[in-house]
Every structure is written in C-alpha cells, then in structure tokens.
C-alpha cells in the first residue's frame, strides 16, 4: 500500500548529520521494536521528510538528505539571547552545553542551549540543534494503514496498531 494522507505509518530509521567539519556524525536510530508511528500528511513531520517517503510501500527502503533550509532552517545568529541570572534565583546556573526547556509568553515550549555563563547572564542559542546541518536518512517502511475516525479526530496516531492509549 502507498503511502497516502491520513494514513497512519509506522517506519524505522537511521539519522546522520554532518559537523562543522562537514563529516558525517550519528544521531539516532530507531529499530522495528522502537519505531516512529506518525500520521501522514498533517504536518507532523518536515514537509520535505513525507515527500521523501510519499512513494514508498511497506518493505521499501530509501536513503536521502534534506538540506538546512527544508529541514530545521539554517542557523540565525540573531536568535543567541541572554537571560538574567535572576531568571535562576534558588537554584544552580545551568553549566555551558546545557539544554534548558523554555516557553514563551504564548505558552510554546522551546529549548535553548547554554553557551556562556558570566555573572550577569546567561547566554542560550535558541536555534533549534539541528539547525544549519543537513539531516542524512536511512528509512524504512514497516507498516501503513488508514487512520481511525479517532486518529483523525485527535491529529495523532494511536499506535502502530490504532489501539495504543494517549
């Protein structure tokens, strides 16, 4: 069956990126029994991942890069911001490489990575990691099927088998 909108597919990959180096680097893997189940076509995934994939069928497997600028963007050097010190009163300052789950006034979570810590500030980029960096994909297709009325009904997939709980 080919993959098609609304439907519900379950795949398993392997993703590399490339360095500053421009050497390619693992990132992660997901195996049959880890797999991603997603529903197709509704904007859960990078647009230019589901194109990739829209031709495939169950058993296929295809291998392709998405470029900086169809995948998380490129990197702006306008997003490193600082955060006053006080934002931490009562607990340690985050040490440099450190992830911080952050949310805006609009209540959407991002996260930010420390870059410097001085005593006034601490200074986060807050491009997405992948950001700038081609993202390499090994993928393939494990299962599709239609979406439920309930999938459709919540935008999200319930599971490689539809019955899987929130």
Same mark, same amino acid.
């Given at each position: 069956? &080919?993959?098609?909108? #609304?439907?519900?597919?379950?795949?398993? /990959? +392997?993703?590399?990126? #490339?360095? *500053?180096? %421009? !050497? =390619? +680097?693992? +990132?992660?893997?997901?195996?049959? @029994?880890?797999?991603?189940?997603?529903?197709?076509?509704?904007?859960?995934?990078?647009? =230019?991942? !589901? @194109? *990739?994939? =829209?031709?495939?069928?169950? %058993?296929? =497997? &295809?291998?392709? *890069?998405?470029?900086? %600028?169809?995948? /998380?963007g490129e990197r702006d050097p306008e997003a490193v911001t600082q955060l006053p010190v006080d934002m931490f009163e009562g607990q340690e300052l985050p040490p440099v490489g450190a992830v911080l789950p952050l949310s805006d006034n609009s209540g959407n979570n991002f996260q930010a990575m420390v870059l410097e810590v001085t005593p006034e500030a601490v200074i986060v980029d807050l491009n997405h990691p992948m950001a700038g960096r081609s993202l390499f994909f090994d993928v393939e297709i494990l299962n599709a099927r239609p979406a439920t009325e309930e999938e459709l009904a919540h935008g999200h997939a319930h599971g490689e088998d539809g019955h899987s709980g929130h």
């Open positions: 069956m &080919a993959l098609d909108k #609304n439907h519900v597919v379950t795949l398993k /990959y +392997v993703l590399h990126t #490339n360095d *500053e180096n %421009g !050497e =390619k +680097v693992f +990132v992660e893997e997901t195996t049959s @029994e880890n797999a991603l189940t997603f529903l197709y076509g509704v904007g859960m995934m990078i647009p =230019k991942f !589901e @194109e *990739e994939i =829209k031709d495939l069928n169950i %058993g296929d =497997k &295809a291998s392709f *890069e998405i470029a900086p %600028g169809e995948g /998380y």
